[in-house]
């Protein structure tokens, strides 16, 4: 056989193709480009969720993810996990309960609505889970206690409807057998924010304006982002007489990691196509954080940085 | 809430067509790639609407024409993607009754055979000989470099049992 053979079998089976499909394909790639930006967003802020307190116990000086390290106690449990207003969020309902496993909120709210869930008071030996509609369940580990507590959230921007009925599921379970168990002391709670209209898209993630890390807003003043199918992408800021934070964000269809660097030393990783809040950095000093993605780069990588000034 | 300002740097030299434009001109050309690698039609719509999904989350930062940037997103797809799909096949004891048939062509054959390929080298093979790229274009749609195109179309053809000349041309060319 000959060359011209391949060709003519490969063109005469594409040719018989039939493209019934043509009329609603736009449609349905935009639905299907919805669900990604879900998924996207789920992964993001749980992500964000996870690396939030480990920039906190940075900065006191902990390693979390070290099991020996010191584990600092949750100070005062109180009933009052969500506080009414706070970085452009205002609450809309919540509920919380004591010496439960579980606890289910339901609200007829969908654009620009962040679902937080969030334990306190509970100790170390429990992860706390959450499920938004029966989907993607994120999780995160009370090994270590920050002032404000745990918590995680899912956010839905502005392309879904006004109202639609969600809801939020919150469990703990115990981390050593992963039984589903009620704590004897503590509080666990699910709560339901409004929040602006994200003030932009950084690597196909929408971002907040304003964001909170240890009772302190964060405004954003610039972002970055990489050429598509870059490997490594790198940004530098000057940070002036008060803390900034740096927030990083990827995405792209591969299974790689993402290892972050930030003032020349590797800080964690992530998978590609996660991101979200990252550390709070010194003032008076200038500052470099880097992306690289451990492997080839998939061709739609994106890989952006956004830069927060602490609000005075 | 007060306005908050942002500056950001993106780099765009040319403004991408509308997709529902692309979408209508562009797609069937696609589906068919999509279908030789799948070599099922549901599975190559499947693997189209993802690449286009993907396509319209970056759509205004695509520069210029977006075949080029939709095209290595489907082969990118299917490459990583479809390995998870995949990979919840199950062996079983009867294999399925191939329908083999004295009579059927050669190039019955040679469909066959392409089935058979490992999914890189179909790949490969699909870009070069029916989309009509470049080894040094199939090489910067793969991420890869120009050598492993060319072996793993050399590899392809000697499994497809190619006219034998053809195929040394092929081997030279690594060679080189």
Known sequence: MSIQDLQDTLREHAGAVDDTGLIVRAAAARRRASSIRHRRALAAVAAAAIVLPIAGMAALGVNPLHRSAQVVKPIDPAPHLFVGAFAGRTLIDSEVVTARSEVVLTAQESRNTEWRAMCRGVGSEYTLHMSLDDGEPGELPCDVELLSGRWIAYQLGPEYPLQRQHTLRVWLTRTSDGAKVAPPQGHLGAAVYRIPDPVATVAGHQVQGLEVDRGKEFRMTSYEESEAGDRVFSSTYVAGDLPIEVDWYTSGTGRQNVQVYVDGRPETTLPLGEGGPGLVLAPGRQHTVKLRVLDTAPPDTLLGFVWREQVP | ?176
Request: aromatic share 8%; glycine share 6%.
């Open chain 2, 1 to 176: 809430m007060e306005a908050v300002e942002v500056t950001g740097r993106r780099v765009r030299t040319g403004a991408a067509p509308d997709f529902d434009d692309f979408v209508a001109t562009c797609s069937t050309r696609l589906l068919r790639t999509a279908y030789l690698l799948t070599r099922d039609r549901g599975r190559a719509e499947d693997l189209l609407q993802t690449a286009l999904a993907k396509a319209w989350l970056s759509w205004s930062r695509i520069e210029g024409d977006p075949m080029a940037y939709v095209h290595k997103t489907l082969v990118n797809t299917y490459a990583t993607w479809w390995r998870r799909r995949w990979n919840d096949e199950r062996p079983t004891l009867e294999l399925p009754d191939p329908g083999y048939d004295e009579d059927r062509t050669a190039t019955h054959d040679l469909w066959a055979a392409l089935g058979r390929l490992p999914r890189g080298q179909r790949t490969v093979i699909v870009l070069r000989y029916f989309e009509d790229l470049s080894e040094g274009e199939t090489a910067r749609l793969l991420g890869c470099s120009v050598g492993t195109v060319k072996s793993q179309c050399a590899k392809a053809l000697s499994k497809l049992k190619i006219d034998g000349a053809l195929v040394d041309e092929a081997r030279g060319e690594v060679a080189q």
